[in-house]
């Protein structure tokens, strides 16, 4: 007996990741293609394929979808550390993109990194170019596919002595170089974190002459603005001109209005996000919670919202409580055992449900998780944000239909994120593909239990190969690890 050659996802509803009508038909893939879509494939299959050779899938009742593509992710390493994924592949997830907010694996080297680097683990950055980077990814085989772009921060790290100000002429010649190399190596792009006091001192002009780098490669421009908060339209037309003035599309990260001052601003900043994308490309990512995540500060304790601690290396015994609990049983202040906490990370519960909803259903936004995979007890973006879109957002809240939420992970990150031959069901595209159940789609991760599988997701395919079969218990499990490096559209 010959071992099955095709796979034939059969009778299934199609959504093909245009955002256009589903509708109910088959999927075949070869190798690592998708071959042929259409209604009674079993009937017609290809010449030269018997049909002994193809594994047949019943999908009634399913979605067969692109598989979903993470718009903002820090997996950098973790694809290094922990190829199996388990938290991305349960989701649906087939490709990540990686070096966003401004931090990047590659192009640095260092034994021990400093904040904000240590969200990618502190001893992880050994990749003094893109191409090693490449090869180390390569090496490690991880589950699912990697896009990378280049940290505006790593760049400063790895060419500065001091980051408190600007760039030099010189440094900033250096990073440019640096940039450039990972762009021919094949990076989508670069990303900013001005917001993190390592990029703060960099000036708009800093950014804009980087930024010309990438629009000579054809890449894209992502950035955590310099303000969520009070500044934030400023921080928008910064964005805007930076990357306007490059010739270079934006992508604006986990778009929010954060802090109980700024509740509300989205009311704001959508109309200039839509008058900015009628001179440029603009696009925005967002996670499906009111609360963010990143390193401890006191200046983001204040007393007044919910910080939640998810590790902190002089207290780990108190990972997974909240700072206010932690101040009251220590009898100080919040910012006091924020102090005592450090260095550590949180989740901040900072913004208003309303302005979460807006942002998702706008048109230009794409879906990131922005999972923080070293974290003890991470936000449970990680392991829930894809799932946790259907079944909230699409399913319980009706914001946009099935066939939008499925673009808004597939081929709309693929097109602003230049990922080639990805994101769409089509033949002859890169056969990355989730099953999964519309009725029964859930995320179950939650603040107090944040490591848990995705409800309805039943097969994901990447690159052809099956990747993972859901299931309850110990049925749910990688099977394979078939991911690649990815080049950039067009490099
Ligand atoms: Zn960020």
């Keep these: 007996m010959s071992e099955p050659q095709a796979v034939l996802l059969e009778a299934g509803l199609v959504v093909d990741g245009t955002g256009g009508p589903s509708w109910p038909g088959d999927l075949l893939l070869q190798g690592d293609r998708i071959l042929a879509l259409g209604e009674g494939l079993r009937g017609r299959l290809p010449a030269g394929l018997a049909p002994a050779a193809v594994e047949i899938v019943d999908c009634r009742g399913k979605v067969i979808a692109p598989g979903f593509i993470d718009a903002h992710t820090h997996d950098d390493a973790i694809v290094l550390r922990d190829p199996l994924c388990l938290p991305k592949l349960s989701q649906g997830i087939t490709t990540v993109v990686t070096g966003n907010c401004g931090i990047s694996l590659a192009p640095y080297r260092t034994p021990r990194s400093l904040p904000p680097l240590t969200l990618l683990g502190a001893d992880s950055f050994r990749h003094a170019s893109m191409a090693a980077y490449r090869a180390a990814v390569d090496a490690a085989r991880p589950a699912l596919n990697v896009a990378a772009l280049v940290g505006h921060t790593t760049l400063r790290f790895a060419a500065m002595q001091a980051l408190d100000r600007p760039a030099s002429a010189d440094e900033l010649a250096h990073m440019a170089a640096l940039l450039d190399g990972c762009m021919a190596e094949g990076a989508h ?90 001179r440029q490309q603009i696009a925005m990512d967002v996670y499906p919670y009111v609360a963010g995540s990143t390193v401890l500060r006191e200046d983001l304790v204040d007393g007044v919202i919910d910080v939640l601690l998810t590790w902190s290396d002089p207290h780990p015994e108190m990972t997974g409580r909240l700072v206010a609990d932690i101040a009251r049983e220590w009898g100080v202040s919040e910012k006091e055992a924020c102090l005592r906490l450090k260095p550590g990370g949180a989740c901040y519960f900072q913004m208003q449900e309303e302005d979460v909803e807006r942002v998702i259903a706008h048109p230009l936004t794409m879906i990131g998780s922005d999972g923080l995979p070293h974290d003890r007890h991470p936000h449970p973006r990680l392991w829930g944000a894809f ?105």
């Excluded at 921080?235 to 700024?262: M, Q, R, T, W, Y």
Aim: glycine letters at 10%; a positive charge; one cysteine or more.
């Design 189 to 278: 792009g670069m990303s900013s974190g001005l917001f993190y006091e390592e990029a703060f001192a960099a000036p708009a002009e800093e950014v804009t002459t980087l930024a010309r780098v990438v629009a000579r490669h054809g890449g894209v421009y992502a950035t955590h603005l310099r303000s969520e908060m009070q500044q934030i339209i400023e921080a928008l037309h910064e964005a805007g001109d930076s990357a306007f003035a490059a010739g270079v599309p934006l992508v604006i990260s986990h778009h929010k209005c954060a802090g109980p001052a700024n509740w509300g601003r989205t009311r704001e900043t959508l109309p200039l996000i839509e008058t900015l994308a009628k």
């Design 387 to 491: 799932p946790r879109v259907f079944a909230r957002y699409w399913r319980e809240r009706g914001l946009f239909t099935l066939e939008q939420a499925v673009h808004k992970m597939t081929g709309m990150t693929a097109r602003n994120l230049r990922i080639a031959d990805r994101g769409l069901l089509r033949a002859g595209a890169m056969a990355d593909v989730v099953v999964f159940d519309p009725a029964t789609i859930a995320d179950t991760a939650t603040y107090d239990r944040p490591h848990g599988l995705s409800l309805g997701i039943e097969r994901v395919f990447v690159n052809g190969v099956l990747a993972y079969r859901g299931g309850t218990g110990d049925e749910a499990a990688t099977i394979a690890r078939a991911g690649r490096m990815l080049t950039r559209a067009g490099a």
